[in-house]
């Protein structure tokens, strides 16, 4: 027996990509004013604590997951999933691909932040 929604949402797939997407472009704002404000020299640098920059980014990081939880919750009920499975799959996978994007963000900017922006050149293969 298949399942298929009478109304599909794809009103709230859509929600869920915009949001995604404008949260996105904040937070590549408040990372580049963030990486702008960084000090020059490397005494006042270790005096400030990267930690302190968290609290700027949690927000759109925070509407970046739930934006992409609701995308694919709804792009998963779209597909054929009943609701509370689409929600099951859809959310713990956006909450765990997050958390780990966050992770692996706090590390990159503790890296740059001691190293400086010219170790990430992501262009070379040497």
Do not use: H
Not at 7 to 27: D, M, R
Not at 58 to 65: E, S
């Amino acid at each position: 027996m298949y399942y298929y929604p009478l109304q599909p949402p794809y009103f709230l797939l859509l929600v869920g990509f915009l949001t995604a997407l404008t949260s996105g472009i904040a937070l590549s704002g408040t990372l580049k004013v963030i990486v702008q404000q960084w000090p020059k020299n490397k005494s006042a640098e270790e005096k400030t604590n990267t930690r302190s920059f968290y609290k700027q980014l949690l927000v759109p990081f925070i509407g970046i997951t739930g934006g992409v939880g609701l995308f694919l919750s709804s792009g998963l009920e779209i597909f054929g999933f009943p609701s509370g499975l689409a929600l099951g799959v859809g959310l713990p996978m956006s909450l765990l691909s997050c958390v780990f994007i966050w992770w692996q963000l706090g590390g990159l900017l503790d890296y740059v932040k001691s190293e400086g922006m010219q170790s990430l050149d992501l262009d070379s293969w040497s």
